[in-house]
């Protein structure tokens, strides 16, 4: 099937095969099991996004000791590490790899309330109507008893793609090394492979909404090095197109660029902010997700958004 993304001209693939050929040969061939799954995880979709954005606005802005947590995280250093053992018990080793991955302490599932809340933000900024932690049993669903306890993060309504189905968004943060420092299956060869595994988990837990055809699963993952899952991309980039149809015709093009860039910026600090929240045992900020979206001039002119009431006060 045609692929929803533009294909890449020819010399922006021989500079792909001329990076992955270095990194396959030269890079990868020389590290351990751990550092290749790592590398892996921090090339793909959107990977360095979150380094890479203007902090134009408060959402967008990075703290001294989160940038510095995530850099030396990327480089393989050690950590600044306050805490010797974990909620689990287990010691914690320096490079910060038992946090990272350690489901036993509560800290995974909550790193994903930031992720979940930006990704209701996207929806709603590109016109659905939303819901966030909604029962299955409440979707009216067939052979979905009245006791299930199973719920969707975020189900998005009135969106204009996927012919108009509802979207259930299930956003996850993954890490391709476990709690004890070692590779994931295949997350050593193959890319992205920590993601194919949540994304199977994933259809496993909600089989109905598979075979659906008023809801839609999407399965937002994003790994802890910055990689995205390809489906996830593909949805933000069908929302902006859908989203510009509102500007005017001439800024269609621009808008939609714009737009994609704004929400893959807004996911991408979010799912990596949650992520150095986890490393330095901190609380995760779920108030910066829940504003309304900004006007097109601002998205277009990436300047940050004008206040509602005038700073000059009454004359």
Known sequence: PARST???????????????????????????????????????????????????????????????????????????????????????????????????????????????????????????????????????????????????????????????????????????????GQARPRAHWQDGAVLQDAKKDKATTYPELLYSRRCRLVTAGMEIGGRWEEDAYDLLVNLARAKAEEAPKLLRSLATHEWLRRWVSLLSKTGMNSFANTLLSGNQDTDLWNGPAPPLGAVLCAAPEPPQYSRIGPR
């Open 6 to 180: 533009p294909k890449p001209s020819s010399a922006a693939s021989d500079v792909y095969k001329r990076q992955t050929h270095y990194r396959d040969g030269q890079v990868l061939t020389r590290s351990d099991r751990p550092s290749q799954a790592l590398l892996r995880s921090q090339a793909g979709r959107c990977a360095g996004e979150h380094l890479t954005l203007l902090p134009v606005t408060e959402e967008l802005q990075w703290s001294n000791a989160k940038l510095r947590t995530l850099l030396l995280r990327r480089l393989r250093l050690p950590l600044d590490l306050v805490d010797r053992h974990c909620k689990c018990g287990r010691a914690l080793d320096a490079l910060g790899d038992h946090r990272a991955a350690c489901s036993t302490n509560g800290m995974l599932h909550t790193r994903a309330v930031p992720l979940e809340r930006a990704w209701a933000r996207v929806v709603r900024e590109a016109g659905a109507r939303t819901k966030t932690h909604t029962y299955l049993r409440n979707l009216n669903l067939l052979d979905v008893g009245v006791r299930d306890d199973r719920r969707v993060e975020v189900t998005a309504s009135g969106l204009a793609v996927h012919g108009g189905a509802q979207l259930a968004v299930d956003a996850t943060l993954v890490s391709p090394l476990t709690r004890n």
